[in-house]
């Protein structure tokens, strides 16, 4: 049984146990969260797609962690005029942990 779920505007194809890292949340480590943008459900065979969201179908998970991916360099450079600029990036990112698929 799988789901695709909108999580802080990503869509996430999620399983049941499943660990994954979305967009920063507002919410504490081991907090309960709710997801209830289902926009398709599978259940073997069986698929429900929703217009635009499954009605009555909820995701339950459990934030993990809060923390910051790896840093990206972003390095521009324009040759033989002396212009150089690097900046780098952290993306704050919530590991969540999916408990159940409702509905």
């Given amino acids: 049984m799988y789901a695709i779920v909108e999580i802080a505007g990503q869509q996430i194809k999620i ?4 660990k994954i890292f979305v967009n920063r949340l507002a919410a504490e480590e081991g907090a309960e969260v709710e997801f209830d943008k289902v926009l398709l459900k599978a259940d073997g065979n069986k698929i429900e797609v929703g217009a635009p969201v499954v009605e009555g179908a909820k995701v ?3 934030v993990l962690a809060h923390v910051k991916a790896d840093k990206i360099l972003v390095f521009k450079k324009k040759r033989r005029k002396g212009y150089q600029k690097m900046n ?3 993306q ?3 590991q969540i942990q999916i408990e ?3 509905g």
Avoid at 15 to 18: E, I, L, R, S, T
């Fill in 88 to 90: 780098g990036h952290r």
């Fill in 15 to 18: 399983k049941k146990d499943q």
């Fill in 60 to 62: 339950k998970a459990k």
């Fill in 92 to 94: 704050p990112l919530t």
């Fill in 100 to 102: 159940e698929l409702i």
